[in-house]
């Protein structure tokens, strides 16, 4: 009997150490597995506009899922589905030369890796009948889910800022 517990005792300490040694790896792949999958909703997010270089309608189906909101700086500009969405697309694709210039990107991932929100800001340069334009400083911020093993925006919104404060508060 007291070898029986002797060995137990001498065997605990090993399995509990390596339970750790288990339970620390798969904490580390688990973290892994959602770095990489916050890389791919970067690189995703990063060619989001790709369509609108590319002045391409099918490229634009594919990106927005048949029930995304798109939520534009123009007032009218709130869309839902895919329906509601492609004449917007459509009439924009007849802008010229598009360049986004993407900063201060923020990517927060849900804890499968299958769905990310995310921040940025971005300058627009284009031109319309020739003419050149500029927008600065648009604030973009989105959702997109991974439907069918592909990433969509499944919502999407642009705002310019305005100057000043529109509702008056303190600062506290």
Request: contains cysteine; glycine residues 6%.
């Amino acid at each position: 009997e007291k070898q029986k517990y002797d060995i137990m005792m001498r065997i605990y300490p090993f399995l509990f150490v390596l339970s750790l040694l288990f339970s620390c790896d798969l904490n580390k792949s688990g973290s892994n597995d959602i770095d990489a999958a916050k890389e791919d909703a970067r690189k995703y997010i990063e060619s989001q506009f790709d369509f609108f270089v590319n002045s391409s309608l099918d490229e634009a189906k594919n990106t927005f899922s048949d029930d995304a909101v798109l939520i534009g700086t123009d007032e009218a500009e709130y869309y839902t589905g895919w329906d509601e969405i492609k004449p917007s697309i459509v009439g924009q694709l007849s802008i010229e030369d598009p360049k986004f210039s993407p900063r201060d990107l923020n990517i927060f991932m849900s804890a499968g890796g299958d769905m990310a929100s995310y921040t940025q800001k971005l300058d627009f340069t284009f031109s319309v009948a020739g003419e050149p334009g500029e927008i600065k400083d648009v604030r973009n911020s989105g959702v997109i889910k991974k439907v069918d093993g592909e990433w969509k925006i499944i919502q999407i919104h642009w705002s310019m800022g305005v100057k000043g404060q529109v509702v008056e508060y303190e600062m506290k």
